[in-house]
């Protein structure tokens, strides 16, 4: 059985409040956009000589690491604990570039929720998928259903928004990825919390004219400071159309909204990571 986890972009993303967990609370929306990792799970055989109960290979974009310690596995275990299942190969094909704030980790796990969930007939149900897949990450709960979200606390309370599917259909989405990892404490060591003069919900209401002036996302001063790379695509972007332009997450994706395909984007950021589709 195979399924096709989804990236994410932000649109917009504010640090509003530190926590007492040292966390912090956040304002964003989750948007899913069709980048997307391919994950298969096969059966494995019993006279399989293996050490371990999920077998994990990764190909594509492959990461640096042990693959025991991957989501993938993280979210078999974490359900192998309450249910009864069989031990399996995974793969994992990777497309959505890592560390570059698209959730591409986040998506993987959730996706092999669903994916064990209807594989063997577990009977979770959103909800409580939902709660197993925050045990994972933050933003992992927004992938068990994968539509665009209001997201607050850490990025696991999520509530329902249906104007930026509507603002942004038929608009064309540019993200380029340079050879930058951005690490999310990293990003937030430089974070003042505050609170938006907006909130990030209320203005995707709005035409996405107006968002240029009015949409953040508070990791880009202190990560462009650092990163100046990650500011001369944003404005490069904007230099050849772009409606909106944006840092997601705290990684180093940059995506610009247009209203016409960007012929030259790819040309322009031809040694960089570059995705280009129609929403």
Known sequence: MITFPCAKINLGLNIVAKRND???????????????????????DEQFPSEVACDLKVTGNTLVGDEQQNLVCKAYNLLARDFSMPRIHAHLHKRIPSQAGLGGGSSDAAFMIRLLDERFRLNIGNAEMERYAAQLGADCTFFVTAEPSFATGKGEI???????????????????????????????????????????????????????????????????????????????????????????????????????????VEHQFKDHFVYITQL
Request: charged share 25%.
């Open 22 to 44: 040292g966390y912090h609370d956040l304002e964003t929306v989750f948007y899913p956009v069709p980048l997307t990792d391919a994950l298969e799970v096969k059966l494995m």
């Open 158 to 264: 999520l509530e329902p928004v249906d104007t930026p599917q509507h603002n942004l259909n038929s608009y064309f989405l540019a993200i380029v990825k340079p050879d930058v990892a951005v690490s999310t404490a990293e990003a937030f060591k430089h974070i003042v919390p505050k609170r938006p003069a907006k909130c990030c919900r209320d203005i995707v209401r709005q035409p996405i004219a107006t968002w240029k002036d009015e949409l953040t996302n508070d990791f880009e001063q202190s990560v462009f400071a650092i990163y100046p790379e990650l500011a001369n695509i944003k404005r490069e972007l904007y230099a050849q159309g772009a409606l909106y332009a944006q840092m997601s997450g705290s990684g180093s994706a940059i995506f610009g909204l247009f209203e016409q395909r960007p012929k030259e």
